[in-house]
């Protein structure tokens, strides 16, 4: 079993069963790892805020320099319309970053490595950034699928690549977080593997594979993490400002 | 690579996978514990959210901020008092112009006054000579007056004198100065002067 590289995604319940009505919702190693995430996230802010002095220690710094990342990115690509969702994609941001970090850890789970909780998230932000575009724009928020100047003749064919191009985006942002974390831990799984299995004489080139992709995928854990967050900025800046 | 990975191996394990969880398929697609997945994720995920947006993220925002007010109040400070010291140095430097011209005018002043004290003593001199000159004038003149008379006294004495050792006769007084007299009338131009 250990050595089977999808071994490391699979779920199992941890402690007792537990029942809501007919729904099963017992506590499960990726509970564990969503509230270790969690509790991780707040004790380094929690930290970070204790003091609050002008001159910050490194925790405080650290928060700071977090706030005015996010800050950043959300006015650079959403405008300033969308301060008020900003504690939702630093929140976002942050559970998606410590899920995949934690992930690296070995013998840990990956949260962000199952396609529920990524498209859960996903979901959540398309149908969340559909009703603020309807409640901001109205009825008029389907011209985001006709865009300006476009000959009448392709309107048709154009409007409908829009709108499966809107739809498919839930797919795409759970997909593409999902897929980038299952398959980096796999790849790193065959690597260890092959160390075991060739052995102290031939292991060495897995190995140092292995060491070259945990710096990759720790790289990747930062990116895909930010690539959510902005792509979660730039449909709610479509939701925001209608420029079609 | 990861692109071909995911190209080829998700499509390939979705249809199957369902059946095949526990033979080595994709656990990600066993539904067994989706709903426990999804119920943890809306809690830790929810409390996450409140706990950042209302306790966290308000204070490092209102730090911020008080950093950011704090830094432009400081800059404020500090440029007042970059003109204030401005200012200051323009009314140091008015001041020291005043001074000189100040100083200027004391020196003109005060030379004006010394060069008037010294004109005024020159002339307080220059009279007071010319008075002496006047009165040693007078004098002279007097002498010059007088000494004819003296001299010509003298030579009636001397010539008495030696008259009267010569010839060994008294003369007549009367006779002589009459002819120092004459003598000296003739000569007179001759006394003084060279």
Request: aromatic share 10%.
């Given at each position: 079993m250990a050595t089977n590289p999808m071994h490391q995604f699979e779920v199992y319940r941890i402690g007792p069963e537990i029942k809501l009505g007919n729904i099963d919702i017992s506590f499960t190693n990726a509970s564990l790892f969503m509230v270790v995430s969690v509790i991780g996230i707040l004790i380094i802010f929690n930290l970070g805020t204790?003091?609050?002095?002008?001159?910050?220690?490194k925790m405080q710094l650290l928060a700071e320099l977090s706030y005015t990342f996010v800050s950043k990115m959300i006015s650079d690509t959403a405008?300033?319309?969308a301060k008020p969702y900003f504690s939702f994609i630093f929140s976002l941001f942050m559970f998606v970053l410590f899920c995949n970090m934690f992930g690296m850890i070995p013998y840990t789970f990956t949260v962000t490595s199952h396609i529920i909780v990524t498209f859960v998230l996903a979901a959540f932000i398309f149908i969340g950034v559909t009703i603020i575009g309807f409640a901001k724009h109205?009825?008029?928020?389907?011209?985001?699928f006709v865009p300006s100047g476009v000959p009448i003749v392709l309107l048709p064919l154009i409007v409908v690549i829009e709108v499966i191009s809107y739809l498919s985006r839930p797919v795409s942002l759970s997909v593409r977080l999902f897929a980038n974390m299952m398959a980096g831990h796999t790849m790193m799984k065959v690597f260890g593997g092959f160390v075991i299995s060739l052995?102290?004489?031939?292991?060495w080139l897995p190995l140092s594979f292995s060491v070259a992709l945990t710096g990759l995928e720790i790289l990747v854990a930062f990116l895909q993490a930010y690539v959510f967050a902005i792509l979660t900025c730039i449909y709610l800046n479509d939701a925001l400002n209608l420029h079609h | 690579m990861k692109k071909v990975f995911v190209n080829l191996i998700i499509p390939s394990l979705f249809f199957?996978?369902?059946?095949a969880a526990e033979s080595g398929?994709?656990?990600?697609?066993?539904?067994?514990f989706w709903l426990s997945q999804i119920f943890w994720l809306t809690i830790t995920f929810g409390i996450l959210y409140i706990v950042l947006a209302k306790l966290i993220l308000p204070k490092i925002s209102g730090n911020l901020e008080m950093r950011k007010a704090q830094i432009l109040d400081n800059i404020e400070t500090a440029e007042k008092q970059r003109e204030e010291s401005e200012g200051k140095i323009k009314e140091y430097e008015k001041l020291i112009i005043e001074c000189k011209n100040e100083a200027k005018a004391l020196i003109s002043e005060t030379r004006e006054k010394v060069n008037k004290d010294i004109a005024e003593k020159n002339d307080q001199i220059e009279k007071e000579i010319k008075e002496e000159i006047k009165k040693a004038e007078l004098e002279i003149n007097n002498l010059m007056k007088n000494a004819p008379e003296k001299i010509n006294k003298i030579a009636i004495d001397t010539s008495n004198e030696l008259i009267k050792g010569l010839v060994g006769a008294e003369v007549n007084q009367s006779s002589l100065s009459a002819i120092v007299e004459d003598l000296s009338s003739k000569n007179k131009g001759n006394y003084y002067g060279n």
């Amino acid at each position: 079993m250990a050595t089977n590289p999808m071994h490391q995604f699979e779920v199992y319940r941890i402690g007792p069963e537990i029942k809501l009505g007919n729904i099963d919702i017992s506590f499960t190693n990726a509970s564990l790892f969503m509230v270790v995430s969690v509790i991780g996230i707040l004790i380094i802010f929690n930290l970070g805020t204790k003091k609050n002095s002008l001159i910050p220690d490194k925790m405080q710094l650290l928060a700071e320099l977090s706030y005015t990342f996010v800050s950043k990115m959300i006015s650079d690509t959403a405008g300033s319309k969308a301060k008020p969702y900003f504690s939702f994609i630093f929140s976002l941001f942050m559970f998606v970053l410590f899920c995949n970090m934690f992930g690296m850890i070995p013998y840990t789970f990956t949260v962000t490595s199952h396609i529920i909780v990524t498209f859960v998230l996903a979901a959540f932000i398309f149908i969340g950034v559909t009703i603020i575009g309807f409640a901001k724009h109205g009825i008029g928020y389907l011209k985001l699928f006709v865009p300006s100047g476009v000959p009448i003749v392709l309107l048709p064919l154009i409007v409908v690549i829009e709108v499966i191009s809107y739809l498919s985006r839930p797919v795409s942002l759970s997909v593409r977080l999902f897929a980038n974390m299952m398959a980096g831990h796999t790849m790193m799984k065959v690597f260890g593997g092959f160390v075991i299995s060739l052995g102290i004489v031939g292991g060495w080139l897995p190995l140092s594979f292995s060491v070259a992709l945990t710096g990759l995928e720790i790289l990747v854990a930062f990116l895909q993490a930010y690539v959510f967050a902005i792509l979660t900025c730039i449909y709610l800046n479509d939701a925001l400002n209608l420029h079609h | 690579m990861k692109k071909v990975f995911v190209n080829l191996i998700i499509p390939s394990l979705f249809f199957t996978s369902v059946n095949a969880a526990e033979s080595g398929g994709m656990p990600q697609l066993n539904p067994e514990f989706w709903l426990s997945q999804i119920f943890w994720l809306t809690i830790t995920f929810g409390i996450l959210y409140i706990v950042l947006a209302k306790l966290i993220l308000p204070k490092i925002s209102g730090n911020l901020e008080m950093r950011k007010a704090q830094i432009l109040d400081n800059i404020e400070t500090a440029e007042k008092q970059r003109e204030e010291s401005e200012g200051k140095i323009k009314e140091y430097e008015k001041l020291i112009i005043e001074c000189k011209n100040e100083a200027k005018a004391l020196i003109s002043e005060t030379r004006e006054k010394v060069n008037k004290d010294i004109a005024e003593k020159n002339d307080q001199i220059e009279k007071e000579i010319k008075e002496e000159i006047k009165k040693a004038e007078l004098e002279i003149n007097n002498l010059m007056k007088n000494a004819p008379e003296k001299i010509n006294k003298i030579a009636i004495d001397t010539s008495n004198e030696l008259i009267k050792g010569l010839v060994g006769a008294e003369v007549n007084q009367s006779s002589l100065s009459a002819i120092v007299e004459d003598l000296s009338s003739k000569n007179k131009g001759n006394y003084y002067g060279n």
